[in-house]
């Protein structure tokens, strides 16, 4: 079965600083790769996905993920952030048969002034 | 155009109560998902639909949970006889033709609390 992890669940960050925020999947077959995105009293929003070609997403708000297949990882970037991205981040992978997604447990990114 | 909505947006029920809850999915899109989302984790997989059938139920915990969707528009998550442990965030979501290239789009979520 699936499964992504979400190697850390807060990041507190300083606005205009870059982030990272990192996520693993275990699979050895072809997958899809998403990251959504929820603030506060909203639903999930999606921010990027992978789906084949380029290993480089680039998503909406500024953010990008880069597909690497030999580390099984799809980390999220931003290379300067706001106070409105605050928010928790999910990613999530789905197999190319099977399209209920499997989410990680979230990153809760905070942005300081 | 409208997106995913929800209904209720909250409901407090007590223990051993029936409870109902709607989803009404982007119109055209012939899949719709439901997930539960439990404080501090992410969305969990419950059951997926194709038009009116359920092509995946393999994430209902148990009998007590049923869903359905007669029309393949509108679909409702029942829940029978609620325990405490069945508080949570129920998220739908909709995608065009259920391709596990397809973007699902997501509800606001209804939340549960069975006290």
């Known amino acids: 079965a699936q499964s992504v992890t979400q190697l850390d669940s807060q990041v507190p960050v300083f606005e205009e600083a870059p982030v990272e925020l990192r996520c693993n999947y275990s699979s050895s077959v072809s997958v899809y790769l998403f990251w959504y995105v929820q603030y506060p009293n909203q639903g999930l929003q999606l921010l990027l996905k992978?789906?084949?070609?380029?290993?480089l997403v680039k998503g909406i708000n500024g953010f990008e993920a880069e597909f690497n297949k030999s580390q099984t990882s799809f980390h999220l970037r931003k290379p300067s952030v706001h106070i409105s991205d605050t928010a928790e981040y999910f990613c999530?992978?789905?197999?190319?048969?099977?399209?209920?997604?499997?989410f990680g447990k979230g990153t809760r990114l905070s942005v300081i002034a | 155009g409208a997106g995913v909505s929800q209904t209720p947006s909250n409901k407090v029920t007590e223990k051993g109560k029936y409870v109902e809850l709607r989803c009404d999915p982007i119109?055209?899109?012939?899949?719709l998902y439901w997930y539960r989302q439990s404080l501090g984790q992410g969305p969990e997989f419950l059951i997926y639909f194709q038009g009116t059938g359920a092509a995946d139920d393999s994430g209902l915990p148990n009998d007590r949970f049923f869903a359905v969707r007669p029309e393949g528009s509108v679909s409702t998550l029942k829940i029978q006889r609620t325990e405490r442990g069945d508080s949570a965030m129920y998220l739908c979501a909709s995608s065009l033709n259920g391709r596990g290239t397809d973007t699902q789009y997501f509800g606001p979520g209804t939340r549960l609390t069975v006290l």
């Open positions: 999530a992978v789905s197999d190319s048969g099977n399209t209920p997604l499997v």
């Open positions: 119109s055209g899109h012939t899949a």
């Open positions: 992978y789906l084949s070609g380029s290993t």
